[in-house]
């Protein structure tokens, strides 16, 4: 039953990835980023003459690109690098690649919390991914949202994964292989996306001290943790960051941290992922009311330290300018592995009756979630055609698209249809970044939307 769960979850994620729309930022990232002319996003001035931009055709152009975005929008560059890469090879290679980086993410899950494939795990960790994260559609569906957070997500845990291992063992792999592989994993992990590399960060320091306390401390650990640490000071202290700092405050001039923002972040933002991550940590909290909190293990000592880091994320955003809620999938996956190994601990028997409706429950509303899907495809599809038919025209402009809402109510988050009022989020200024962007996309001269 488990591999069913797995493949049925996994083959649902693959139809969601092949009916999400390019769209937004997918259309600036398909184009070498350029900032001498505002690069290719909000910086975009009016000017037609500064407008033109090359599409992404090689490699070197993906470097050239985010050699110049490092320095003038942004310090994700490994997230933005494979942004530009699938958008250049074309969607369909990013359809199956995104399926099987989630597919990675929870056995390397399954690996973390050390514990064997069950049906209920399973379907627990795909519900609570698929389902429970806020901003799913934009984190795990939308190519670049995917590259910037789930893949992301993929190479923190990836580089836990050998500290957790050998702190629970007890047994140190002293193979030199380790030490140019840990290095490259910590550059791939501190270089991804700020509070999910400001969490692997802590709990690295955790595993090392403990290491070191039963004398078990490598080299390999030491340099993998000096890479993790110099890839997160490469992605914050980019100079981008504070260019793009600078321009949203000039558009923005109340754009500072205040004690108003502060309580802001905290009932807008920290709470709302609080509240999920309770949720996803019910096995564990159930598990320490019954056991308490002496004499800790091994096991029960990182699934405590993994509620740590879940609980880190979403508190580093509360001192940040902006909370981004699409920060609960960091989140959500470093409490999914405490959550995970105590679910396998405890012995409980679910009914065989709640075990038959939750899975119905979650059928249904994955049905629904492709409905809508469905519609958000038609849609575009439609758009797209009508762009390539009046093609010759000095201006396209488009309607709202028409999608069905009947589901609406109930998939806050998870489909496309609230960002997608227009086609790949244009407006009705022709001069606007995306109207560019998605006009030289298509080559057209003009598109723009009705007012």
């Known amino acids: 039953m488990s591999k069913i769960f797995f493949v049925a979850f996994t083959g649902f994620f693959l139809i969601r990835n092949i009916l999400m729309p390019l769209a937004h930022d997918d259309f600036a990232y398909a184009f070498i980023w350029d900032g001498e002319k505002g690069g290719?996003?909000?910086?975009?001035?009016?000017?037609?003459?500064?407008?033109?931009?090359?599409?992404?055709?090689?490699?070197?152009?993906i470097f050239k690109s985010q050699y110049s975005h490092y320095f003038t929008w942004g310090g994700r560059v490994f997230a933005h690098s494979l942004?530009?890469?699938?958008?250049?090879?074309?969607?369909?290679?990013?359809?199956?690649?995104?399926?099987?980086?989630?597919?990675?993410?929870?056995?390397?899950?399954?690996?973390?919390?050390?514990?064997?494939?069950?049906?209920?795990?399973?379907?627990?960790?795909?519900t609570g991914l698929l389902f429970l994260t806020a901003e799913s559609v934009v984190t795990m569906l939308w190519l670049t949202g995917a590259c910037n957070y789930l893949w992301m997500c993929l190479f923190q845990m990836l580089f836990l994964l050998p500290y957790v291992q050998t702190f629970r063992a007890g047994i140190v792999d002293k193979s030199k292989l380790k030490i140019p592989l840990m290095l490259?994993?910590?550059?791939?992990?501190?270089?991804?996306?700020?509070?999910?590399?400001l969490a692997t960060l802590c709990l690295t320091v955790f595993f090392i001290l403990l290491l070191k306390k039963k004398s078990l401390l490598q080299f390999w650990m030491v340099a993998g943790f000096l890479t993790l640490a110099a890839g997160c000071a490469f992605n914050i202290l980019a100079p981008g960051n504070f260019v793009q700092m600078q321009f949203i405050?000039?558009?923005?001039?109340?754009?500072?941290?205040?004690?108003?923002?502060?309580?802001?972040?905290?009932?807008?933002?920290?709470?709302?992922?609080?509240?999920?991550?309770?949720?996803?940590?019910?096995?564990?909290?159930?598990?320490?009311?019954?056991?308490?909190?002496r004499n800790l293990n091994a096991p029960e000592i990182v699934s405590l330290t993994f509620t740590a880091g879940g609980l880190i994320v979403p508190l580093s955003m509360i001192f940040s300018p902006k909370f981004d809620l699409r920060v609960s999938i960091i989140s959500i996956v470093f409490c999914m592995v405490a959550s995970v190994w105590t679910l396998s601990e405890l012995k409980i028997k679910l009914p065989r009756v709640f075990c038959k409706v939750a899975v119905l429950v979650i059928f249904l509303y994955s049905a629904t979630l492709i409905?809508?899907?469905?519609?958000?495809?038609?849609?575009?599809?439609?758009?797209?055609?009508?762009?390539?038919?009046h093609k010759s025209n000095a201006v396209i402009t488009l309607q709202p698209m028409n999608f069905s809402k009947i589901f609406l109510p109930i998939q806050k988050g998870k489909t496309a249809i609230p960002a997608l009022k227009?086609?790949?989020?244009?407006?009705?200024?022709?001069?606007?970044?995306?109207?560019v962007m998605i006009s030289q996309y298509y080559g057209v001269k003009r598109i723009v939307s009705t007012k």
């Not at 519609?375 to 038919?389: C, D, G, H, P």
Request: no cysteine.
């Open 40 to 61: 290719n996003l909000s910086l975009i001035p009016a000017d037609e003459t500064l407008q033109q931009r090359e599409r992404v055709q090689s490699f070197g152009d």
């Open 83 to 126: 942004a530009q890469f699938f958008i250049w090879i074309g969607k369909p290679y990013f359809d199956i690649a995104n399926t099987i980086v989630l597919a990675l993410l929870v056995i390397v899950i399954l690996k973390l919390a050390d514990v064997k494939e069950s049906a209920r795990v399973i379907f627990w960790i795909f």
């Open 184 to 197: 490259f994993l910590g550059l791939l992990a501190g270089w991804s996306n700020e509070s999910g590399a």
């Open 249 to 293: 405050q000039s558009v923005n001039p109340n754009f500072k941290y205040t004690p108003e923002l502060f309580i802001n972040h905290l009932t807008e933002g920290f709470l709302p992922v609080l509240e999920i991550n309770l949720i996803v940590l019910l096995p564990l909290i159930y598990y320490f009311f019954k056991r308490g909190f």
């Open 371 to 389: 409905y809508s899907d469905l519609s958000v495809n038609r849609a575009v599809n439609e758009n797209i055609n009508y762009i390539q038919e």
């Open 422 to 435: 227009y086609f790949g989020g244009i407006n009705d200024n022709p001069n606007f970044y995306l109207n």
